[in-house]
C-alpha cells in the first residue's frame, strides 16, 4: 500500500527524471496552469461525489485529488513535511467560525 509520502518521493522522481508517454511527466511538461486546471476539475469531481452514496467513487475522486494536489505541490518545491508542519501548528489553536459565531479547536 503506497502512502502519500511515497506518492510524492515517486512524483518527485518522475519530475527529475521524466517517462516520456507518462501522466505525470505530461503534467510536469505542460506546466503550472495545466495542473492547477487539473485540481479544480478534480477537486469539483470530489463535491459531486460527496454528493452521492458511493463510497467506491468518492474514495476514487479524492486519490486522484491528492495526486494532483501533490504534484502541485512538487511543482512548487513544496514538501509534505512542510504541510505537516503547518498542520501540527494548528494543534490546539482556537478559531471562531463567522457563520455559527462559536468558538471551535482545530
Do not use: C
Not at 527524471?17 to 510536469?28: A, I
Request: glycine share 4%.
Amino acid at each position: 500500500m503506497q502512502d502519500l509520502d511515497e506518492l510524492y518521493q515517486l512524483i518527485l522522481e518522475r519530475k527529475n527524471n521524466p517517462e516520456k508517454g507518462s501522466y505525470t511527466d505530461y503534467l510536469f511538461t505542460k506546466g503550472l496552469d495545466k495542473i492547477l486546471k487539473k485540481i479544480g476539475e478534480e477537486a469539483t469531481e470530489v463535491v459531486v461525489a460527496a454528493k452521492n452514496p458511493s463510497d467506491p467513487d468518492f474514495i476514487l475522486e479524492m486519490a486522484d485529488l491528492a495526486y494532483h494536489v501533490e504534484v502541485l505541490m512538487a511543482e512548487r518545491g513544496i514538501t509534505p513535511d512542510q504541510i505537516k508542519q503547518e498542520l501540527a501548528s494548528r494543534e490546539g489553536k482556537k478559531s471562531i467560525t463567522r457563520d455559527r459565531k462559536q468558538i471551535k479547536e482545530w
